[in-house]
């Protein structure tokens, strides 16, 4: 938004803006914030910056935690949910004592997989596209005790709710896909996200009702540059639940938070140029795409196992990528089939809009190392020459539901579990550290902090269907 600070302090003039509200990504994607009054928002700020502890956000060690955080004047933005006039930042972190850029700080990370790219002389830049598929609640419980544990969700769209009255415009299950109103209740909610969403600088393509009957929504936004992207998937999480929370309603963007029903992707559509041609390009190709498309999508696959530690890094997960379903499981790409990892959409076939799509990824994600694993292991590919097809990779565009079960198992499948992933990037992430984008301190605190935190909590707990299957015995 911004080009120069004297630009910046003339908007907290101009619009009487009370605070300045510095927000930062920690290492697991999400956002933690500091506020100061605009009184302070002077020249030293982006000299000195504010202190803050990155041991306790997954950053840094605890012997040596101490960082700073600056304003990015580019990603300013009126925070329209602050009841005092807020001026917020994304901000840019730096090591305390030399104040040189926090080089494995996620969104720093980021704008290194961008200046490695360029460096490589493939290309001038990348762009990208996320979708965005969340559910809405009325309202959210849930609770894990030594006694008991639970949740429960509360939907009036879902076809369950039909029981308890109302208007009777319930939708069934798996049969939310583009619903119009009455059945989709939540047009004007899409509506004021997309509305404070453009104010704040981030462009919507379009919004709908997605499949997932108790409320299930789909934003897209038009393609951009990885740095770019990564600040709208955190803009868009952010802006989704604080208007939710406004009606007195709960989002998740979990992957799997209902059985039974349609889990929560955020596929990434990309692409690379240099300069305006777009190098994924060719009017002869299989669909559409380039020799160097096709090496991109080979390095993808060939390290997509290694690639899911980083892109659905969660145990839930992979409750949403299962057989059997269309969820995208298997390691071949498809000219529009949606249970391919990469899908080529049918309807990007000009010189500017050819691209891939890569579906399995979600929101539990970071999204600048998302983003930025992707970018290096397409990289990769183009370098080594990677062609899919020689390496069993399709393109595969028949039913594969309808094959015979020695048919499938000729597929390359990619991890099923939160375990397998991780113990894929142990084994394949030497691509990550080229031109020393990611580092292996980094690998190896993102591996640690999973296994501990995450997968072996979830597996020393009972789960509730255990109690249906086994009480008894």
Same mark, same amino acid.
């Given at each position: 938004?911004?080009?120069?600070?004297?630009?910046?302090?003339?908007?907290?003039?101009?619009?009487?803006?009370?605070?300045?509200?510095?927000?930062?990504?920690?290492?697991?994607?999400?956002?933690?914030?500091?506020?100061?009054?605009?009184?302070?928002?002077?020249?030293?700020?982006?000299?000195?910056?504010?202190?803050?502890?990155?041991?306790?956000?997954?950053?840094?060690?605890?012997?040596?935690?101490?960082?700073?955080?600056?304003?990015?004047?580019?990603?300013?933005?009126?925070?329209?949910?602050? @009841? /005092?006039?807020? =001026?917020?930042?994304?901000? $840019?972190?730096?090591? *305390?004592?030399?104040? %040189?850029?926090?080089?494995?700080?996620?969104?720093?990370?980021?704008?290194?997989?961008?200046?490695?790219?360029?460096?490589?002389?493939?290309?001038?830049?990348?762009?990208?596209?996320?979708?965005?598929?969340?559910?809405?609640?009325?309202?959210?419980?849930?609770?894990?005790?030594?006694?008991?544990?639970?949740?429960?969700?509360?939907?009036?769209?879902?076809?369950?709710?039909?029981?308890?009255?109302?208007?009777?415009?319930?939708?069934?299950?798996?049969?939310?896909?583009?619903?119009?109103?009455?059945?989709?209740?939540?047009?004007?909610?899409?509506?004021?996200?997309?509305?404070?969403?453009?104010?704040?600088?981030?462009?919507?393509?379009?919004?709908?009702?997605?499949?997932?009957?108790?409320?299930?929504?789909?934003?897209?936004?038009?393609?951009?540059?990885?740095?770019?992207?990564? @600040? /709208?998937?955190? =803009?868009?999480?952010?802006? $989704?639940?604080?208007? *939710?929370?406004?009606? %007195?309603?709960?989002?998740?963007?979990?992957?799997?938070?209902?059985?039974?029903?349609?889990?929560?992707?955020?596929?990434?559509?990309?692409?690379?140029?240099?300069?305006?041609?777009?190098?994924?390009?060719?009017?002869?190709?299989?669909?559409?795409?380039?020799?160097?498309?096709?090496?991109?999508?080979?390095?993808?696959?060939?390290?997509?196992?290694?690639?899911?530690?980083?892109?659905?890094?969660?145990?839930?997960?992979?409750?949403?990528?299962?057989?059997?379903?269309?969820?995208?499981?298997?390691?071949?790409?498809?000219?529009?089939?949606?249970?391919?990892?990469?899908?080529?959409?049918?309807?990007?076939?000009?010189?500017?809009?050819?691209?891939?799509?890569?579906?399995?990824?979600?929101?539990?994600?970071?999204?600048?190392?998302?983003?930025?694993?992707?970018?290096?292991?397409?990289?990769?590919?183009?370098?080594?020459?990677?062609?899919?097809?020689?390496?069993?990779?399709?393109?595969?565009?028949?039913?594969?539901?309808?094959?015979?079960?020695?048919?499938?198992?000729?597929?390359?499948?990619?991890?099923?579990?939160?375990?397998?992933?991780?113990?894929?990037?142990?084994?394949?992430?030497?691509?990550?550290?080229?031109?020393?984008?990611?580092?292996?301190?980094?690998?190896?605190?993102?591996?640690?902090?999973?296994?501990?935190?995450?997968?072996?909590?979830?597996?020393?707990?009972?789960?509730?269907?255990?109690?249906?299957?086994?009480?008894?015995?």
């Amino acid at each position: 938004m911004f080009k120069s600070f004297e630009q910046a302090q003339q908007f907290v003039e101009e619009h009487n803006i009370q605070s300045i509200d510095l927000k930062f990504a920690d290492l697991w994607g999400r956002w933690h914030h500091l506020t100061t009054p605009a009184s302070q928002f002077a020249p030293k700020l982006m000299e000195r910056g504010f202190g803050f502890d990155g041991s306790s956000v997954g950053l840094k060690n605890v012997k040596a935690g101490d960082m700073i955080m600056v304003p990015d004047l580019s990603t300013g933005f009126q925070d329209p949910f602050w @009841d /005092a006039p807020t =001026l917020s930042f994304i901000c $840019t972190t730096l090591n *305390a004592d030399t104040h %040189e850029i926090f080089d494995q700080d996620p969104r720093n990370l980021a704008h290194k997989a961008e200046t490695y790219l360029q460096n490589t002389g493939i290309a001038t830049e990348s762009k990208w596209g996320p979708e965005f598929e969340f559910y809405v609640f009325e309202s959210v419980s849930y609770e894990n005790k030594m006694q008991g544990a639970g949740y429960r969700f509360q939907s009036q769209s879902a076809g369950w709710s039909s029981g308890t009255g109302g208007s009777g415009s319930h939708i069934p299950i798996h049969g939310g896909y583009h619903a119009a109103p009455p059945k989709d209740r939540h047009y004007n909610l899409r509506q004021e996200i997309t509305h404070h969403l453009e104010s704040m600088g981030v462009p919507v393509k379009y919004h709908h009702h997605e499949v997932g009957s108790p409320g299930q929504l789909e934003i897209e936004t038009p393609l951009m540059g990885l740095v770019k992207a990564g @600040d /709208a998937v955190m =803009l868009i999480k952010y802006t $989704t639940k604080m208007v *939710a929370a406004r009606r %007195e309603k709960a989002v998740t963007f979990m992957p799997k938070p209902i059985f039974g029903e349609a889990g929560n992707g955020m596929h990434f559509h990309q692409h690379i140029f240099m300069g305006d041609e777009n190098l994924f390009y060719d009017p002869e190709g299989y669909g559409k795409l380039s020799q160097t498309a096709r090496f991109y999508i080979g390095g993808m696959l060939s390290h997509g196992a290694a690639l899911l530690a980083l892109t659905n890094p969660s145990t839930n997960s992979y409750r949403r990528l299962v057989p059997g379903y269309e969820a995208p499981i298997n390691a071949f790409y498809s000219l529009g089939n949606r249970s391919a990892a990469i899908r080529i959409p049918k309807y990007a076939s000009q010189p500017d809009t050819a691209r891939i799509e890569f579906r399995p990824p979600d929101a539990t994600s970071n999204p600048y190392l998302a983003l930025a694993a992707q970018l290096m292991a397409g990289i990769d590919g183009i370098q080594r020459e990677l062609d899919p097809t020689e390496l069993g990779f399709g393109p595969i565009d028949a039913d594969i539901f309808s094959w015979t079960e020695e048919e499938r198992a000729a597929i390359k499948p990619l991890p099923t579990s939160l375990d397998d992933a991780l113990q894929a990037l142990k084994d394949d992430h030497d691509f990550l550290l080229a031109g020393d984008v990611f580092s292996e301190e980094l690998i190896e605190n993102w591996i640690e902090h999973k296994c501990e935190e995450e997968v072996e909590p979830v597996r020393a707990r009972p789960h509730p269907y255990e109690m249906k299957l086994y009480f008894d015995v």
